[in-house]
């Protein structure tokens, strides 16, 4: 069983920057692509960014290159979304998710809010 708990989220004027955390615990590995997507109210859940198991290669949706950067600790289980100079659009809930043997597991989402 592998459990993701995200956090790091909040409410930041447009322009700001927040990092978001996620910690895998339980059966684990580093041998896993990992990423984050985001959903807004009434919209779908959408790629935000993924990062390989090396912590190479990280692939980003076009809206946030330039300004969010994700990262990884394998050594401390954890996966990392920095993301500067946010706008209201960012808004959503952020979910972090990896890529298990046989299944994705996703965490419980954290609530990002930009204010304009």
């Known amino acids: 069983q592998v459990q993701l708990v995200d956090s790091g989220g909040g409410l930041v004027q447009a322009g700001g920057s927040l990092r978001l955390s996620c910690a895998a615990s339980?059966?684990?590995?580093?041998?896993?692509?990992m990423g984050w997507y985001r959903q807004a109210p009434g919209k779908e859940r959408e790629f935000v960014a993924r990062?390989?198991?090396?912590?190479?290669?990280?692939l980003y949706r076009d809206s946030v290159k330039g300004r969010f950067t994700i990262s990884r600790d394998n050594a401390k289980n954890m996966g990392y979304l920095q993301m500067n100079s946010l706008k209201p659009e960012d808004t959503a809930v952020y979910y972090c998710?990896?890529?298990?043997?046989?299944?994705?597991?996703w965490g419980q989402g954290t609530q990002v809010t930009v204010s304009s």
């Open positions: 339980g059966r684990t590995s580093s041998n896993y692509y």
């Open positions: 998710y990896i890529d298990g043997v046989s299944q994705r597991h």
């Open positions: 990062i390989h198991p090396s912590g190479i290669s990280p």
